[in-house]
């Protein structure tokens, strides 16, 4: 191992991302004997590692999402604190992700590692923004890496959705949404643009919605949507995983009117395909300007891809200089964003 060769000391295997002289991996996407996990994502925060070290956050989430977040034991690191593990020093930095997202910042014999799980780079109401760590190796995401992809301002979207409100009134709003992240993003945004009346919930998204309020998230006035009669659904926001919004579940709803926040409904082709009348652009990933920002600003000579679109950023990478390498973990999946 030598500390300027990152390769050597930072490997990728079978389970995924390994911290040699730390003796943990990061993220993996199998079982493994110390982990340390960026944030709560499926395809991130598996089940069944004997150790996971997280913020508080993600312990929390996982442990409602998988029913424990590790069979051994787990070690919660506060954002900015500093722990030794093994023969390098951690320190866990918000991504701005979603809830107790954290970017892994790895120091071992004067050399910085930053790994940045998800993250972006817009204001976000539920979690705090992402912070910038300057650093000799920077392992990004990909997910939006294609210069098509602008998601511009999340408030001009909700206020999208308020206006259709507004048109028309009859018509229960039904807004397809990931469980963890977007879901919390657009009621915090709905009730900062002003929004007071309750938020219909499907059923699977209660879970989630409870543990960010449980670290002071303030969402409103939240109802389950089954159960609640017809006449209130009328003209009501109410909100879905993105499986449920052209099924049978949203045909029960009055005259559904179908909407989808989601960095995708960029792709006008997408929003067709769901049947959505009403697409909300909304990432909680970085776009390709929050991206090719950010590698520049950490000041990293050495740039790793970890998943999503590799080959525009590698270019992108390669063209200013710098080292780039596409790290093709497994497992990894583009679904939640
Ligand atoms: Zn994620
Ligand atoms: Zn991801």
Redesign the pocket.
């Known amino acids: 191992m030598h500390p300027e060769r990152f390769e050597s000391w930072l490997t990728v295997g079978t389970h995924g991302l390994y911290c040699r002289p730390g003796g943990f991996h990061i993220d993996p996407h199998s079982a493994v004997n110390r982990a340390v996990i960026t944030h709560a ?1 499926s ?2 925060a598996r089940a069944g590692h004997d150790h996971v070290l997280a913020t508080r956050e993600t312990l929390a989430l996982m442990k409602a999402r998988l029913g424990s977040a590790a069979k051994l034991g787990t070690q919660a690191l506060g954002y900015g604190e500093r722990l030794q593990v093994g023969d390098v020093t951690v320190r866990l930095v918000p991504a701005g992700h979603v809830l107790g997202s954290a970017q892994v910042v790895i120091e071992w014999r004067g050399r910085r590692a930053v790994i940045s ?2 993250y972006k780079r817009s204001a976000d109401p539920t979690n705090p923004p992402f912070e910038l760590v300057r650093c000799d190796l920077f392992v990004t ?1 990909a ?1 939006f890496a294609l210069p098509v992809f602008t998601h511009g301002d999340a408030k001009g979207e909700v206020a999208k959705l308020l206006k259709s409100l507004k048109q028309f009134p009859e018509r229960a709003h039904v807004v397809g949404v990931y469980g963890l992240g977007k879901c919390q993003r657009l009621i915090a945004l709905l009730r900062e643009a002003g929004y007071a009346e309750p938020i219909y919930l499907h059923g699977a998204l209660a879970a989630c919605c409870q543990i960010y309020e449980s670290f002071a998230v303030e969402l409103g006035a939240l109802k389950p949507a089954t159960g609640a009669k017809r006449e209130e659904l009328k003209g009501a926001v109410v909100l879905a995983p993105p499986s449920a919004i052209a099924d049978r579940w949203s045909r029960r709803m009055p005259d559904a009117l179908t909407a989808f926040a989601s960095g995708w409904m960029r792709v006008r082709a997408r929003a067709r395909q769901r049947g959505v009348e009403l697409p909300l652009v909304i990432s909680d ?1 970085a776009d390709w300007r929050e991206l090719t920002r950010t590698i520049h600003e950490t000041g990293a000579h050495e740039v790793w891809v ?2 999503g679109r590799e080959d525009a950023l590698l270019h992108h990478i390669q063209l200013t200089g710098r080292q780039g390498r596409a790290l093709a973990l497994i497992g ?3 679904e ?2």
């Open positions: 994502h395809d991130h799980g998800d995401e997910t990933h970890t998943h990894r999946e583009d939640e964003s």
